[in-house]
């Protein structure tokens, strides 16, 4: 990881962990070797860096340790955050989210591994999906296009509403008009598991 990406999560630590932890928090220590950062959109630049960091850590950190995945996102392509969760879970490891702000397809990444930590300030938003700039032959091409997107998002929506313990019709009511929460509801409603307390540590 470069210094630049370090030092922004360094601010993020020190904003994170700003008061005492409780009992209930987890305390969590970043450092150069335990973690990736996805700090933008979900595109294909992003995911692909992404993906990367993922692997070269898994190749030195230890099974029986956690790989820490910090978002930040505003979300972005379905399509290519779906290929990022298919080749983290292809991993086999544990895999601990934790979201500064989880915003559409970032809140579907936060959602797809292993334990999901916030703060009570982590911005968690999810709603319906966004398409633009379809177009080809139609009946063919046109509706071949249609049917891969729908496909795309029926996953996402039984993804998310299974994890989350509502049904795809509940899930999708709730995320009709833009579904916002910060942690501290989160964690109620079962869109987050545990509050953490976390540092950065260069060393």
């Known amino acids: 990881m470069n210094k630049k990406t370090f030092a922004v999560l360094a601010l993020f630590g020190i904003l994170l962990s700003s008061g005492l932890a409780s009992k209930e928090e987890r305390r969590v220590q970043l450092t150069e070797t335990n973690h990736v950062f996805l700090n933008g959109a979900v595109g294909p630049e992003t995911m692909t860096k992404l993906q990367m960091d993922l692997a070269s850590l898994d190749l030195v950190l230890p099974k029986s340790e956690p790989v820490y995945l910090v978002i930040n996102s505003p979300g972005g392509s379905i399509y290519y955050g779906l290929k990022f969760i298919d080749f983290a ?8 989210t934790i979201c500064i702000e989880c915003q559409s397809m970032g809140y579907s990444l936060f959602q797809s591994f292993g334990e999901r930590l916030v703060t ?14 379809l177009s080809g032959e139609y009946p063919g091409e046109f509706m071949n296009k249609v049917t891969f997107i729908s496909e ?9 509403a299974s994890r989350v313990g509502m049904s795809v019709e509940s899930f999708r009511k709730l995320i009709a008009h833009d579904f916002t929460v910060l942690g501290n509801e989160a964690v109620k409603i079962r869109h987050a598991d545990n509050f953490v307390s976390l540092t950065c540590n260069a060393k």
């Open 120 to 133: 009570e300030t982590s911005l968690l938003m999810q709603h319906n999906a966004s398409i633009n700039g």
């Open 152 to 160: 795309m998002i029926d996953r996402l929506d039984q993804m998310n």
């Open 89 to 96: 879970r292809s991993l086999n490891r544990n895999i601990v």
